[in-house]
């Protein structure tokens, strides 16, 4: 791919307008492994006028878990005694003669951004902004092609755990197995902590798990997500453990399974990022349950679990074709448990089929 790291470079340059003086010094970890392919712990990219150079602390690992860097950037690497590479960074930019060094001053520290200052004192320091993340938001079909194989990574991991004996176990157990089940069947490893509540702990978001033993009748959530060569996607699902769910159950299970459904085909190009979120909340709020809910319905997966566009209310923007989304409505009524259903899915135009679902365990209540 590295005419494509290569491209994105250039459309970097024709936004903060390289040239003239001008460099970009990108910081942000997915950033980097975004234009230059690999993104070694601490690692910088200076993006120039006429050079790009990725200057790394150690030599970047072969290995494709971490990346391997575009060819036609130049590595440096830095002896341990040189300290921060953005400073070298900042340093080389001034050697080559840059007037001006846009940097990521979101993800800078205070004292990293005044330490730059010091470092090469002729240097203008501008602020890129969300340029590189806003590159980042339409997906490739190359990118959305390993999306596809994480979720099939998490499809699989899923579906094998629900085939064993669950009661007696706890949720810690649970969630770890899981873990070691992504990693068996490809995954660089879980996206983010996998989540496993049974019983009064299911449909909490982001609930750790703990000691707690699964026990017949309990509702039982489980929200995990794999990376895949630095893509990440996730699944969240709810299952009954015992014959036959309760009538209480089902009624929660389907209004949660309606809102999914509703925010699911409210995806489109061009549709308001709030108007998703408010398609899915509807349902929960005509039915009385709007006052717990989560603050987004859903946000963007990429490089990173949770990117740009975030589904909420407030959110603004609209949504383009290719951008990788999660839907994943949820209600827990605290001392009863809950109901999750989350999906990873592309926006698509309806002349292609619409949203692509690339999460496909079923979604029927089962009885485990």
Same mark, same amino acid.
């Given at each position: 791919?590295?005419?494509?790291?290569?491209?994105?470079?250039?459309?970097?340059?024709? /936004?903060?307008?390289?040239?003239?003086?001008?460099?970009?010094?990108?910081?942000?970890?997915?950033?980097?492994?975004?234009?230059?392919?690999?993104?070694?712990?601490?690692?910088?990219?200076?993006?120039?006028?006429?050079?790009?150079?990725?200057?790394?602390?150690?030599?970047?690992?072969?290995?494709?878990?971490?990346?391997?860097?575009?060819?036609?950037?130049?590595?440096?690497?830095?002896?341990?005694?040189?300290?921060?590479?953005?400073?070298?960074?900042?340093?080389?930019?001034?050697?080559?003669?840059?007037?001006?060094?846009?940097?990521?001053?979101?993800? %800078?520290?205070?004292?990293?951004?005044?330490?730059?200052?010091?470092?090469?004192?002729?240097?203008? %320091?501008?602020?890129?902004?969300?340029?590189?993340?806003?590159?980042?938001? $339409?997906?490739?079909?190359?990118?959305?092609?390993?999306? /596809?194989?994480?979720?099939?990574?998490?499809?699989?991991?899923?579906?094998?755990?629900?085939?064993? @004996?669950?009661?007696?176990?706890?949720?810690?157990?649970?969630?770890?197995?899981?873990?070691?089940?992504?990693?068996?069947?490809?995954?660089?490893?879980?996206?983010?902590?996998?989540?496993?509540?049974?019983?009064?702990?299911?449909?909490?978001?982001?609930?750790?798990?703990?000691?707690?033993?699964?026990?017949?009748?309990?509702?039982?959530?489980?929200? &995990?997500?794999?990376?895949?060569?630095?893509?990440?996607?996730?699944?969240?699902?709810?299952?009954? @453990?015992?014959?036959?769910?309760?009538?209480?159950?089902?009624?929660?299970?389907? %209004?949660?399974?309606?809102?999914?459904?509703?925010?699911?085909?409210?995806?489109?190009?061009?549709?308001?990022?709030?108007?998703?979120?408010?398609?899915?909340?509807?349902?929960?709020?005509?039915?009385?349950?709007?006052?717990?809910?989560?603050?987004?319905?859903?946000?963007?997966?990429?490089?990173?679990?949770?990117?740009?566009?975030? %589904?909420?209310?407030?959110?603004?923007?609209?949504?383009?074709?290719?951008?990788? $989304?999660?839907?994943?409505?949820?209600?827990? &009524?605290?001392?009863?448990?809950?109901?999750? @259903?989350?999906?990873?899915?592309?926006?698509?135009?309806?002349?292609?089929?619409?949203?692509?679902?690339?999460?496909?365990?079923?979604?029927?209540?089962?009885? &485990?």
């Amino acid at each position: 791919m590295p005419e494509v790291y290569a491209a994105r470079r250039e459309r970097l340059r024709d /936004r903060f307008s390289v040239g003239g003086g001008a460099t970009a010094l990108v910081s942000r970890p997915a950033n980097v492994r975004y234009l230059a392919g690999a993104a070694p712990q601490g690692a910088v990219l200076l993006v120039g006028a006429d050079e790009d150079v990725l200057l790394c602390a150690g030599a970047p690992d072969d290995e494709l878990i971490d990346g391997r860097p575009d060819e036609a950037v130049r590595v440096q690497v830095l002896p341990v005694s040189a300290g921060d590479p953005a400073l070298a960074a900042a340093d080389l930019a001034a050697a080559q003669g840059a007037d001006f060094l846009a940097v990521e001053e979101h993800h %800078l520290t205070v004292a990293r951004h005044r330490a730059l200052t010091q470092v090469a004192p002729r240097l203008r %320091l501008t602020d890129l902004g969300g340029a590189v993340e806003q590159l980042r938001l $339409v997906k490739d079909e190359d990118e959305i092609a390993l999306l /596809r194989i994480g979720a099939e990574i998490v499809d699989q991991a899923l579906s094998e755990l629900l085939e064993s @004996i669950l009661v007696g176990r706890t949720e810690r157990h649970l969630a770890l197995e899981l873990e070691r089940r992504l990693i068996d069947h490809g995954a660089d490893g879980p996206a983010f902590d996998t989540s496993v509540g049974t019983g009064p702990n299911s449909g909490r978001p982001g609930h750790r798990p703990t000691d707690r033993r699964v026990e017949e009748g309990d509702f039982l959530s489980v929200c &995990l997500g794999a990376t895949y060569r630095g893509y990440r996607c996730e699944i969240g699902r709810t299952f009954v @453990i015992g014959t036959s769910p309760a009538d209480w159950q089902i009624e929660l299970y389907d %209004l949660v399974f309606a809102a999914q459904r509703a925010g699911r085909q409210a995806l489109a190009p061009g549709a308001a990022c709030r108007d998703v979120d408010r398609a899915a909340r509807q349902v929960l709020d005509s039915a009385g349950y709007g006052g717990g809910l989560a603050s987004i319905i859903g946000h963007g997966v990429g490089l990173e679990i949770d990117e740009d566009p975030q %589904l909420a209310p407030t959110a603004m923007g609209k949504l383009d074709a290719c951008v990788p $989304v999660t839907v994943e409505p949820g209600v827990h &009524l605290p001392g009863r448990g809950g109901v999750r @259903i989350d999906d990873t899915l592309v926006v698509r135009p309806e002349a292609d089929g619409g949203p692509e679902l690339l999460t496909i365990t079923t979604k029927e209540l089962l009885a &485990l």
